[in-house]
């Protein structure tokens, strides 16, 4: 008995779980999913089954199938190639999607976040300095932050200032390993400066000074230049370094839409955010996708 009034609470939690998705829903006039908890495998696929499912019953009950999608992300990051996988199964059923971002989106999550058409974030919300991470004996080891130690270490090698405790950390470091970090790194700045320029740019069609025509090179170029910002552990110091939509907006450059701005859809928005934290609480879950009449954990 125990087990079966289980499964009622969260039937009912689901439902208003689908209650307080629909009212953004209806402001957006968007599908909405919420893709909540750390970016590894198998989120990707539960991404692909909500997706599916939802589709699915939209074409059983004959409803009007959308190709936009708003997601609710919150995320602390993950590895770069679920978040490829994530895009991969969005884009081939939506061609317009805002990404919306009421707490945070960390690093991979920070990917995520820009592969989207638009983005919404209010004052609090932030993204983070991207450094994918690669799952090394059951732990997730932050890619970037080990080049840059190693480009340190050589440099004090060459100029003689290497100490015996630095010589053995050097010596101890593998290189098949360094080259899977660098390929991490690589393989998230191209799938920036693709999606930024195919998605988030797209719409820039002018220059704001000169008013000349925007060429796809100069996308790229913009997009490269984000990428490269949001990679420079140098200019954020700190992996968890939260990066707020007014340093997004001055910074770089980036047009970010504060859903804080209409009092409704902030509500709806924190409201759905926090039953649905509420919830993964309760059951002692880190990871759900959630759309309309689909709760994938």
Known sequence: MADLNQIRVHTFVERQLDILAGEIEKKLDADVMAIVGPIYPPLDDAVRQAIESRKQQQTVTQAPQRKKLAIVLETNGGIIEVVERIVTAIRHH?????????????????VLALSGDRIMMNYFSCLGPIDPQLL????????????VQFERLKERSVSGELTTAEMVLL??????ELHSFEQARELSNSLLKEWLAKYKFKNWITTETKKTSVTPEMREQRALEVAESLMDHERWHSHGRPITMEILRR???LKIEDFGE?????????????????????????IVVHTDGVCVK
Do not use: C, W
């Open 94 to 110: 939506y061609d317009e999607v805002t990404v919306i971002v009421p707490d945070q989106a960390m690093s991979a999550g920070t």
């Open 136 to 147: 090394r004996d059951k732990k997730f080891i932050p890619a970037l932050s080990y080049l």
């Open 171 to 176: 010596q101890q470091l593998d290189l098949a």
């Open 251 to 253: 910074d770089l450059n």
């Open 262 to 286: 209409n009092t409704e859809l902030s509500k709806n928005i924190l409201d759905y955010h926090r039953f649905l934290a509420d919830y993964m609480g309760k059951i002692n879950i880190d």
